[in-house]
């Protein structure tokens, strides 16, 4: 595709990009007015004036008004500048397309511009966009041998584009190769590299290069912290995580909320809800103002901890306070009431959320169905499965496995195996869990046969059987007196590395017992002390 051709796709594409250019287009009416004007002015403006308003549109991201504005000043035979062309490589880079843009790089050479750093970073930035991360650090190799110089910006840009490609050695290696010789390191390139370390919980590696950043007098930010510290919450340690909390003020590095979130957010997640309080009236104390997340991650605290009335006065105060719930608020606090059997308060905060115009998503509706399911009121859960659908908002399995676990539970295993017969000709596909729990109803009824039709079906397809697949099937052994069958399985699992449990031994011994069988219930137990299972 030539470039004119690609620049009519551009402004004109029959797709529904085409509105949405319109839209970009008539907010900036003002703006391609003024440009098409000064076209037709005699004599024509200088280039720089065309910039100026390209440089605006490329600031406010209307990539394809660029583009096509560009092309008129071309058809006008109005030349651009080096500016102009910056401006036009910049917006087809950000449009993904590279290979035009090189065109326009290749003109810039032509007419004996000498590119400078925007232009460099425009490219590395645009093929990191398009996940070629080989072809950047290529393109960075060439420019370098012809003895041209890229800046802090263009190494960040790559590096950033290497730690979201979850190649951070690659990173570090850059980072290394670059390091004095080909540009001074800055703030930004070491905290991207120590943050995506901290992701890859690599948490002592992030501290090697954090303590080299300060050794070579670069001063760490807080984003700095804020990565170390989340790192160390990832690996649970969150007494270093403190520590680094303290360490900021002793280095006139203020913490913000998202510090704070962060703290907060490990603490809950462990349960651990005073820690947590004494970190909000640390918040408190420095007038950092709490937000919804804050908020939400105490309620989470609360819920682990059953204490569900205090998560739900939190509510109360976020709203005494001006602070909007979201949706995850009141799913946090739907998904505690349920699991504390507080249904009734879980369908009011349901409805709340209705009043409020919060739309529930699908791990809200998946709660309150789990919920209903586990105290036995399926025809409510199966409405709600149907609103669902009315509102967009699509079940899947993990809504599909409540309702199967509810009617296998009453010993409806044929409605259940109906269910899932009409889930899955909707695209919806089992997991191990929903076969669990289709084996686990079959053998409670005494299906043995239809449990192990199941059962064999999953060793054909290849699926891996875990320790519920198994244990199911030797209950279900067992309660049909079956003991050589279910040690045989036993046996099995073993060599399928599956390693039983206690409740997996016990089922057996148990059953044995009843039976008289108590050499063999005898075996299994000392087999079970030598395991370390007693």
């Known amino acids: 595709m030539s470039f004119l051709r690609y620049v009519v796709f551009v402004s004109f594409p029959k797709s529904r990009s085409y509105s949405h250019s319109l839209q970009h287009f008539h907010d900036n009416i003002d703006v391609v007015s003024s440009f098409n004007e000064m076209l037709h002015k005699d004599p024509t403006p200088p280039a720089i004036e065309f910039g100026k308003i390209l440089g605006s549109l490329m600031k406010a991201k209307h990539y394809p008004t660029v583009v096509s504005l560009s092309q008129k000043m071309e058809l006008n035979r109005v030349a651009p500048d080096f500016v102009t062309h910056n401006i036009l490589i910049n917006s087809l880079s950000q449009l993904g397309h590279i290979t035009f843009a090189f065109s326009v790089f290749a003109k810039i050479l032509k007419r004996g511009y000498r590119p400078d750093c925007f232009t460099f970073n425009t490219f590395i930035r645009g093929l990191c ?35 979201k490609a979850g190649e951070t050695t690659a990173a570090l290696r850059l980072l290394r190769r670059v ?51 989340s790192g160390f919450c990832v690996v649970d340690n969150l007494k270093e995580a403190i520590h680094l909390l303290n360490r900021m003020a002793s280095e006139n590095i203020y913490p913000n909320v998202y510090t704070f979130s962060i703290l907060v957010d490990a603490f809950c997640k462990e349960g651990k809800v005073k820690e947590a309080r004494n970190v909000l009236a640390m918040m408190i104390k420095k007038d950092v103002q709490l937000n919804v997340v804050i908020y939400t991650s105490l309620m989470v605290g609360y819920c682990l901890v059953n204490e569900v009335n205090k998560a739900n006065d939190i509510l109360n105060i976020m709203s005494e306070r001006g602070v909007t719930a979201n949706v995850w608020s009141y799913t946090t606090l739907i998904d505690g009431f349920c699991k504390a059997k507080m249904v009734d308060e879980a369908i009011s905060l349901f409805k709340e959320m209705h009043c409020r115009n919060i739309i529930p998503n699908t791990v809200t509706y998946n709660s309150l169905i789990d919920g209903l399911c586990k105290l036995g009121r399926i025809p409510y859960a199966l409405e709600l499965i149907d609103e669902m659908y009315d509102r967009g908002q699509l079940p899947n399995i993990i809504t599909y496995n409540s309702i199967l676990d509810a009617l296998c539970k009453k010993r409806q295993v044929d409605k259940a195996i109906a269910l899932s017969r009409t889930f899955k000709d909707m695209g919806i596909q089992p997991d191990m869990y929903t076969y669990n729990i289709l084996i686990g109803g079959l053998c409670k009824v005494g299906r043995l046969e239809d449990a192990q039709k199941v059962f064999e079906d999953l060793l054909v397809k290849g699926y891996s059987l875990n320790i519920y697949t198994y244990t199911f099937m030797i209950r279900g052994l067992c309660k049909k007196g079956l003991f050589d069958e279910a040690l045989a399985m036993l046996s099995k699992m073993e060599d399928n590395s599956c390693t039983p449990d206690a ?26 002390i030598v395991r370390g299972l007693l």
């Open 129 to 163: 966009l398009k996940g070629q991360l080989h072809n950047a650090l290529q393109f960075h190799d060439k420019v370098v041998a012809q003895g041209f110089r890229l800046d802090q910006v263009c190494y960040g840009t790559l590096i950033n584009g290497l730690c």
């Open 179 to 229: 390091d004095g010789r080909l540009v001074q390191l800055d703030t930004v390139m070491y905290n991207t590299i120590i943050d995506s370390m901290c992701r890859d919980k690599l948490v002592n590696d992030a501290c090697d290069l954090y303590s080299e950043m300060v050794a070579k007098k670069i001063s760490p930010s807080v984003f700095t912290y804020n990565a170390l510290i």
């Open 503 to 528: 409740v997996t031994f016990e089922i057996i011994i148990r059953s044995l017992f009843d039976k008289d069988e108590n050499d063999k219930a005898e075996k299994l137990l000392r087999e079970m």
